[in-house]
């Protein structure tokens, strides 16, 4: 079991800045890649970005290309999503989600083994 639990998110303005963080505990934090995904309301979760293993391989879905940064620290367990020049069509609940997969970068939900219980971000026009 891996235990996830995702803090940083909050209320902001369309154009600043957020900085939201995943712990882990549980199994070997590094064994994982890690992923971020985001559900708002009537909407299906969708992926926004992933990280490998190493931290070697990120990948994004377009909408937040340029704007979201992904990291890892196989460390300290955690895993971060920069967010900057934040819209408001960005506003969801943030899931933190582990994957032992190697199809973790295709973005799929069905493809992480373990989540987190979500933090909620609100970017307001």
């Known amino acids: 079991q891996v235990q996830l639990v995702e803090s940083g998110g909050g209320l902001a303005q369309a154009g600043d800045s957020l900085r939201l963080s995943c712990a882990a505990s549980g199994r070997t934090f590094s064994n994982y890649a890690m992923g971020w995904f985001r559900q708002a309301p009537g909407k299906e979760r969708e992926f926004v970005a992933a990280?490998?293993?190493?931290?070697?391989?990120?990948y994004y879905t377009d909408s937040v290309k340029g704007r979201f940064t992904i990291s890892r620290d196989n460390v300290k367990n955690t895993v971060t999503l920069q967010m900057n020049i934040l819209k408001p069509e960005d506003t969801a609940v943030y899931y933190c989600?582990?994957?032992?997969?190697?199809?973790?970068?295709?973005?799929?939900?069905?493809?992480?083994?373990?989540w987190g219980q979500g933090t909620q971000v609100t970017v307001s026009s």
């Open positions: 989600a582990a994957a032992i997969s190697g199809s973790y970068y295709r973005g799929h939900p069905g493809g992480y083994d373990y």
């Open positions: 990280i490998s293993r190493s931290g070697g391989n990120t």
